[in-house]
């Protein structure tokens, strides 16, 4: 089993919907969770982080942690073309140590 | 501008070439790491410094060597390139508690290693 887990999609939604994006972990001991967002041939850039268990708002961007089920999200509300890159998921195992997943692709179309 | 910059942006070489990428930041940050990222794959760290002159492996560390004689600097050397070093680095640096704090990252190097 990955330390964590995500689906590399691509992930396809319409413009103005809500996007979905899961990540799952496997050390029951990870204390802090990063969603990042990578254009094509660029940087990541941090788009959110949550340390707690629940919900975590920031504009059009919602983080959900559930530690219990050891999976992390990210929704996006009201998703626009801009939006179309891939998402990654960092964790925080419980050794301090930092672990991504690979990556899912969103695409939004209009 | 708060930034971490990565020097240079595409390079290619040949195997067995010495190579030096350099990254810097300016935020005063004491943790600073490497990673690669390939296809499939995602980000792997290759080496990762806690502050000035410590140092220590990350998952992929074979053929790399890095420094940290200053806080802002900490640059990737590759003494012999291989073919497998073609990549895309990333240089990122946390203001925090390692691990728990976000990562700035470089802008990348495009390597290709011929």
């Known amino acids: 089993q990955k330390e964590v887990e995500q689906n590399s999609g691509p992930l396809s939604v319409p413009e103005g919907a809500i996007a979905s994006l899961n990540c799952t972990y496997s050390?029951?001991?990870?204390?802090?969770f990063f969603w990042y967002r990578q254009y094509s041939g660029k940087s990541p850039e941090l788009i959110m982080f949550?340390?707690?268990?629940g919900d975590k708002e920031d504009g059009r961007f919602t983080a959900q942690l559930n530690k219990a089920s050891q999976y992390v999200s990210l929704l996006i509300r009201d998703s626009q073309p801009s939006d179309s890159a891939t998402y990654l998921c960092?964790?925080?195992?419980?050794?301090?140590?930092?672990?991504f997943g690979t990556g899912t692709r969103l695409q939004v179309f209009p | 501008e708060a930034q971490v910059t990565q020097n240079p942006r595409y390079l290619i070489t040949v195997t067995g070439k010495k190579l030096t990428v350099t990254c810097s930041q300016n935020?005063?940050?004491?943790?600073m790491s490497w990673y690669r990222q390939d296809p499939g794959l995602g980000l792997r760290q290759i080496y990762y410094?806690?502050?000035?002159?410590?140092?220590d492996k990350g998952d992929v560390p074979e053929g790399y060597k890095v420094s940290r004689k200053e806080k802002r600097n900490f640059p990737l050397i590759l003494e012999s390139p291989s073919p497998n070093q073609t990549s895309l680095y990333f240089c990122?640096?946390?203001?925090?508690?390692?691990?728990?704090?976000?990562?700035?990252f470089g802008n990348g190097t495009r390597l290709t290693v011929t």
């Open positions: 960092a964790v925080t195992m419980m050794t301090d140590k930092l672990i």
């Open positions: 050390d029951r001991g990870s204390q802090s």
């Open positions: 949550i340390y707690s268990n």
């Open positions: 935020m005063n940050h004491e943790y």
């Open positions: 990122a640096s946390s203001g925090g508690q390692w691990g728990n704090s976000p990562l700035h």
């Open positions: 410094s806690m502050n000035v002159e410590v140092t």
